[in-house]
Structure formats: structure tokens, C-alpha cells
């Protein structure tokens, strides 16, 4: 257990955070299609390159989510597998472990890949895995969520977390509520609320050790088509609120995913959170908000790939001064 306990601190370690690049093939291929550049698995072997190539990424990264096709290619001039060549940086390899969403019941979600779990854990461990990710979707709407939805998804994070620690990863507990839609930020706070307190109720029937996870969940934010957009400092507070309310002292560590906010306020909101006193440290595990302008700057071409390098380090480096509120 006490390996699990480091490694959970050392991806939430102060002054870094996590980079999802995980993003599974079809929705790469839909990342690519933005930049009008075809998807193959050399195209992805190659963005991914370049991303975890970025001079200096270990100074602001601690842990790197892949997919599992990533998990199997190189580094293309060393040609070690993406793991080894992130252990040799200092960076921690983990894997997404869940595999998408089925329907539940009307506009709701559950996450699925509990079947043959353990193998695969114990497979990406023996590879170099460290940490996993699981991924569970929570839509605000009329009349939800649901309380059997939010049951379930809890229900299924618990097992996979529990199975994680069985193979020695560490489970990232990803409870995302969505922002799409029009509802309020208390909306949002309250199903945020109500999310993480089935999850660490589920967490603790099932005997998951707390100190040996790390929390991914969203912020508390108004819906992206809300009249009323919260400033940075009233997100803040109410992200503190909710999980000071839900999360306890147990955890090491907070990596919230960005959710579709743009870079800079994922960011900003990160900075102004870090300046709250909290039981857990406070970190990132971004995808687009980290990616977006290294993916827009790439665009396709080898020739960009040195500026695009940049920008990646640019989001990474910014994201590090917000963990210690320095921005
Ligand atoms: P975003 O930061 O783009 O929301 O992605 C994080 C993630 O890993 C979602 O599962």
C-alpha cells in the first residue's frame, strides 16, 4: 500500500500536474479533423511524440494518461515504448482503463469496462503502468441527474478503484459533471455535491484506501449557455465549498479535468483555488486546456512542431504557477 501512497503524492505533487492524452481514437480522430489533418496511428504516434518530447515537460508534469494504443508505440528517435521513455523523464505512465459510455436511461450515462478489468491492470502494470483512469459522466438536466445514474456510476468507480489498487495503480476517480447545457452554477454545485457523496460513500464500502487515489472532478461552474457566467473568484469559493463538503482529509490530492473552459480560465480558476487553505493538494489533469493551442499551432505539419512544442510548454508552465497560486 505505502507504493500506492507515494505515487498518489507524487502525481499531485505542488508546482506539477497531469496531462491527459488520452483522448481515444475517435475523438482524436475528431481533434485532428479540427486541424483538417488525417487521423492514422502514425499521425497520433507522432502528435503524441512531439507533445511528451516538449523540452522540459518534466519539470511541470508528474503523470501522462495514455490510451492504450499510445501505451503500445515509441518514442520515434529512442524508439522506447511511450512508458519507459516517460519513466526515464522522472513522469509517471498511466493508462485509461475505462472503455466509453453506454446508455443508461433517458439522456444518461454509464461508464463501462468492469468486464476482464484485472487483467488488463495487471497487464499495464507489468508494462510500466502506475496509475490508471476511469472516466464516469453525470449530465445536468430537467429532472437530472438522476439518483440511480449518480448510484451506479459511483458504484462502478468503487469497483475499478478497488481493482487498481489490487494490481498496484493508483486509481484516478473521475466523476465528471457536465457543463453543457443552461443550468446555474448552484445547479451545478448541487450535482457536483451530490456525485462526490456517492462516490467516496461507495469509495468506503468498498474498502478503497483514500491516501492511495487521486480525485479528477469538474469544477462548480455555470452551464456553458447560462446567462450568467460565475467570475473566477465565486467558482473558486464554490469548488472549495463542495468538496470541503464531500472529499475528506484522507485524499493527497484534487486533478481537475478542464471540461471544454478555455485555457486561460482553466487556469485562472486553478490559481484563485490554490489560494484556499485545503486538505488536498491542488493540481491539474487537463486535456484540451493544456493541448489546444500546441494542437492549433501543429496543425498537421512537421514544420510546426517545434512552435507547437512551445505552446504546449507555455499552458504546462502556467498550470504549474497555478498550482502554487503564483500567477
Ligand atoms: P479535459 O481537460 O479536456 O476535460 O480532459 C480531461 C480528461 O481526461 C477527461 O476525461
Redesign the pocket.
Known sequence: MSELHAVAHRMVEKGKGIL?A??STPTCTKRFESISTESTAYSRNYYRNLLLTSKGIEKFISGV?LFDETFHQSELKTKQKFPEYLSNLGILPGI?VDQGLEDFADGEKLTKGLDGLSERLNNYYSHGARFA?W?AVINIGENLPSADCIEANANSLAKYALACQQSNLVPIV?P?VLMDGSHTIDQSFDATSKALNAVFDKLQKHNVSLQGIVL?P?MVLSGYDCSYQAEIEEVAEKTINCLSANVPSEVPGVA??????SNEL?TLHLNEMNKYETDWNLT????????QPALTAWSGKKENSELAQEEFIKRAEANSLATLASL
Do not use: P, T, V, W
Not at 256 to 261: A, T, V
Not at 284 to 291: D, H, K, P, T, V
Open positions: 491527459a488520452d483522448e494518461i485509461k483512469k472516466r473521475e465528471e479528477k469538474n481537475f479535468l478542464s471540461g471544454g473552459q482553466a491539474f489533469s487537463y486535456g484540451r486546456a493544456l493541448q
